[in-house]
């Protein structure tokens, strides 16, 4: 497979102003995880196709930018994830008061339960919701970061929206 995803591709610069700058083989390893969730899930055909046009990566797998974002965010803080109130806190670099930080974090949680459906089902397949969550994470090892990263971008895009302070 030649070079679909890259690390400028993938490497969210909002992340690495607010986190620093990732190490090299940190960053290899996210864009290897991610070029492997590609091909496993969009199959050689479409996998072929993107190859000819990467820009298109964009609307047949948005997911893997999310992917991306919980694989940096978890190398950066460690192995757990953290609570939305705590990531917008780290995300914002605490410019956030209490009040509105836990106000936020509710509007982060809710809007990632109402749309993770979509990923999961866009990654697995049409019933992915309901499925077990354990045969989904056994059919892609990534999901949990995925799904990270995708509350990770859910909570970078309501800092954007606030108003500069």
């Not at 864009?31 to 000819?52: K, N």
């Not at 997911?63 to 190398?75: H, I, S, Y």
């Not at 990531?87 to 990632?112: I, K, N, Y």
């Amino acid at each position: 497979m030649s070079e679909i995803l890259t690390a400028r591709d993938l490497v969210d610069p909002i992340l690495v102003a607010t986190l620093g700058r990732p190490r090299p083989d940190t960053v290899d390893a996210i864009v290897g995880v991610c070029s492997d969730a590609l091909e496993a899930t969009v199959g050689p055909e479409v996998l072929a196709a993107l190859e000819r046009q990467r820009h298109l990566v964009a609307r047949v797998a948005p997911w893997v930018f999310d992917l991306a974002r919980g694989l940096l965010v978890l190398e950066r803080q460690g192995s757990g994830e953290l609570p939305s109130s705590a990531l917008l806190d780290l995300l914002s670099g605490q410019r956030l008061s209490e009040h509105d930080r836990e106000r936020l974090a509710e509007a982060v949680d809710l809007t990632t339960t109402l749309t993770l459906d979509r990923v999961l089902e866009h990654v697995l397949g049409p019933g992915a919701c309901a499925q077990d969550p354990l045969s989904n994470v056994l059919a892609a090892p990534w999901l949990n970061a995925l799904k990270y990263g995708h509350r990770v971008h859910i909570a970078l895009e309501l800092l954007r929206l606030l108003p500069a302070s």
